[in-house]
Every structure is written in structure tokens, then in C-alpha cells.
């Protein structure tokens, strides 16, 4: 029997989310998903095709936009106690990743990270996490050689160097929305490792859902690389293995719910391209497991939060 029953998940409405939640139904010890989306159209179309495709009547909505840090701090309050979290929302933004929200930090960084934190240090704050929160990470984060995307470099892992990727700054003109995704995964993780720190008695996992196709991640993208990524990237990536399927990408999520061995501050990815199995990502870069670049990118994350 899991001690995992009532469980919040963040972009629940489509995609890893949405298949997240679906898999959550089917098994019989779940006894509430939360489904935390920023439309409520949206959301409510997601919860009819969940309770038809589960025969469950287990979802609530809880309206949040990540973007928003008082959309976020609301959600928080209203957030019922819960067993899990899993801050799955997220992506690259397309062409307006780099627009300043409100906070001050990129619409990228906000809704990949500093609405999660927001949102996850308000419900730990109020002692409203039973048990654990998985953070979807991405191999972005390391660096991933066989799609030329460098691993994150910096030269200083400062806070101030820290509060320049938050907003912006450190990517110069024009803004390379493949860099910074990588670089708000990164500092993501590093903010699990440093929280895990803080709160031993909930367990805080990095885990990256691999690649995945079939979510609606190309969408945001421009027209002509959305048209290539969604009918010859995507599907190349499949047939070379560097892709699986939603199902799978979601699996992921739970196994790292359920499963204690998933040791908390770890951010586990793939061994190998982007697909297959599991290894912590400290390996290909060890400025993960530094506790001192942590606390400083969870400092960063402060200057915007408090
Ligand atoms: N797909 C992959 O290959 C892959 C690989 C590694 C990591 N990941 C990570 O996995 C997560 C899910 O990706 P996906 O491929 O399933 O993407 P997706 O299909 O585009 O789903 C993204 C979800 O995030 C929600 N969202 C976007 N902005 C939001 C905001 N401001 N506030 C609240 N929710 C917001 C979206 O809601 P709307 O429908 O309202 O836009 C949607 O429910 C992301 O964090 C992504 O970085 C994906």
C-alpha cells in the first residue's frame, strides 16, 4: 500500500501532466489528483476526459498560473494538505521566453521555476506536504553533447550570477531559448537540492520525465521549427531512440512518487542520450552536488520571492 493518495500536480491539463494524473487514477490506493492549471477551460475539459478515461471522479481543480506570483501565492493558500506534490508545468516558452513578468525574471524562468518555488515553499512553509514533491527536470540541465546543447557554464556560480540567469541578463541579446531552458532546469534542480536540506522529512526528487513526444511542447514554437519538430524531429527522434512515448515520459513521475530509493536533492536522468535508463546527473556534472552553489541558487530564487 503507498502512502501516496492525494496528489498535486502543476500543468495537469495536457501532456506529461495530464498523463501524470491519468495514471495516478488507475491506481485503486489514489483518493484525490489536484489538477493545478492556469485556464479553467482548460482545466475542466482535462478533469471530463480524466474522470471518462479512469472511471474515477477523483479530480478537483486548483486554478494557478505560474507566471504569476499572486496567482501562485492564492493557489497555495487554497491548496488543500496533500500527500505529493509533482511541479510538472513547464517548457521553453518560445518566442516569448524572455519577456520580464512582474517578479522581474523571464517568463521562462517563472513558470519553469520561480512559480514552483513559490508555490512548493509556501505549501512546506504551512506544513501542506505529507510526503514528497518530484520537480520535472530535463538532460538540458547537464548538457545533452548528442544535440549540441552545451552543459550550463558558469563561471562563478555566484548568487548574483544566479539572479542573472532568473532574469535574463547572463544570455545577452538575442536571447537563445534552448541556453536558458537548460540553465532554468539547472538552477531548478539545484533549488530541489538545497530545499531537500531544509526539510528532511519530505523527500524532494529532480526527476527528468527523458524525451518525449506526443506532449504539446513544440506549441509554443514558431511556426516553421514547430512544423519541423512535430513532423521530422519528434519522429526521427523516436525512431533513433531518443524519444518514447507519453506513457512512458509519465511513468517516470510515478516511479519516483512511489519508489524511496529516489534519494532526496538527487536529480536523476538519463544514463545515456535521452531515453533509457536512469542515473544521477551529478555524474556528467558535478557542480550538482555542490551544497554551496545550491544554497546560492535557492538564494538567487529569494531576491524574487520574498
Ligand atoms: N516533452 C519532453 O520531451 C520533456 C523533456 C524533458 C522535460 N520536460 C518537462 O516536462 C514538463 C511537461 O512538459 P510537456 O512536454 O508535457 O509540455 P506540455 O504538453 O506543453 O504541457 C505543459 C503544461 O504546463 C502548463 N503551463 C504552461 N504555462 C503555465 C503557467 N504559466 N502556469 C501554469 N501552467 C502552465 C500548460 O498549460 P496550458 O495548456 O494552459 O498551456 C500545460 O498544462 C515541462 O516542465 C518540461 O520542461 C519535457
Known sequence: MSDVKTILITGANAGLGKECARQLALLPDTAKIILGCRNAERAEAAKESLEQSTGREIFDILILDLSDLDSVRRAAVDAPVVDAVVLNAGGSGGSDGHVLTEAGVTWQFAVNVLGHAALTEALLEADKVRSVVIYA?????????????????LPTSSVAEFVSICDGSFFGEPFDEIAAYAHAKYVAAMWMSSLARKY?????????????????????????????????????????????????????????????????????????KTVGPLADQAVFFPDLRNPAFQDNARAAIHRFID
Do not use: C, I, W
Not at 137 to 153: D, H, L, N
Open 137 to 153: 527536470g530535463s538532460e538540458a540541465a547537464r548538457g545533452v553533447p548528442e544535440f549540441k546543447m552545451a552543459q550550463p557554464s
Open 200 to 272: 528532511p522529512a519530505v523527500r524532494l526528487v529532480t526527476m527528468s520525465p527523458g524525451g518525449t513526444a506526443g506532449t504539446n511542447a513544440v506549441a509554443a514554437m514558431p511556426p516553421l521549427k514547430r512544423f519541423l519538430m512535430s513532423y521530422v524531429g519528434m519522429p526521427l527522434m523516436r525512431v533513433f531512440g531518443h524519444a518514447h512515448n507519453v506513457e512512458a515520459g509519465a511513468k517516470r513521475y510515478l516511479d519516483a512518487l512511489m519508489d524511496e530509493r529516489y534519494a532526496t536533492g538527487v536529480f536523476y536522468g538519463n544514463e545515456k
